[in-house]
């Protein structure tokens, strides 16, 4: 199984939705969504609006691979579980974000932790569906566990590199 979320945004994220829809209908895996805002309502997989946080954690627990926006909250909560998250930033020129910092701190934080996989090009993702096991692999696992402090230590040194 594969689940998707947009996170709580206002801004709909409508080219992941659309994109996960459409793959979903041409594979024979289950793929739940959590579209929240997004003006588009999947045909081929299971979606809520909004779940609950245990719910949402049973999905990602129960998950092969788990797609998140770029949000850092987000792609982190993946990480204490124990996975490597696909991580599909939110961009300023498409209209789902007020600013493109979703780009930029998973490109930081990609470079910096190698433990996320990003990908800006939407038509990428199906290959890295398909190469996932491989490509996450490579990824250090070893991140992948809560540890708040030295997080956010990090977080506000890409936020403040952002604004140099």
């Given at each position: 199984m594969i689940f998707v979320t947009v996170?709580?945004?206002?801004?709909?994220?409508d080219r992941l939705?659309?994109?996960?829809?459409?793959?979903?209908?041409?594979?024979?895996?289950?793929?739940?969504?959590?579209?929240?805002?997004?003006?588009?309502t999947p045909a081929n997989c299971k979606w809520y609006k909004l779940i609950d946080h245990?719910?949402?954690i049973g999905y990602e627990k129960k998950a092969r691979i788990v797609i998140t926006h770029g949000g850092p909250c987000c792609f982190?909560?993946?990480?204490?579980?124990?996975?490597?998250?696909?991580?599909?930033?939110?961009?300023?020129?498409?209209?789902?974000?007020?600013?493109?910092?979703?780009?930029?701190?998973?490109r930081e934080y990609e470079?910096?932790?190698?433990?996320?996989?990003?990908?800006?090009d939407i038509e990428k993702l199906g290959e890295v569906i398909d190469n996932y096991?491989?490509?996450a692999k490579g990824k250090n696992y070893s991140c992948a566990k809560s540890n708040n402090e030295n997080f956010c230590k990090a977080l506000s040194e890409i936020v403040d590199h952002l604004f140099e």
């Amino acid at each position: 199984m594969i689940f998707v979320t947009v996170g709580t945004h206002e801004q709909s994220f409508d080219r992941l939705i659309d994109y996960m829809d459409k793959w979903a209908g041409e594979h024979d895996e289950e793929v739940v969504m959590q579209i929240g805002y997004s003006k588009k309502t999947p045909a081929n997989c299971k979606w809520y609006k909004l779940i609950d946080h245990d719910e949402f954690i049973g999905y990602e627990k129960k998950a092969r691979i788990v797609i998140t926006h770029g949000g850092p909250c987000c792609f982190t909560e993946v990480l204490k579980n124990g996975k490597i998250p696909v991580v599909v930033p939110r961009m300023h020129k498409r209209g789902e974000h007020v600013d493109d910092h979703q780009v930029e701190i998973t490109r930081e934080y990609e470079k910096k932790y190698n433990n996320i996989i990003v990908v800006e090009d939407i038509e990428k993702l199906g290959e890295v569906i398909d190469n996932y096991e491989d490509i996450a692999k490579g990824k250090n696992y070893s991140c992948a566990k809560s540890n708040n402090e030295n997080f956010c230590k990090a977080l506000s040194e890409i936020v403040d590199h952002l604004f140099e």
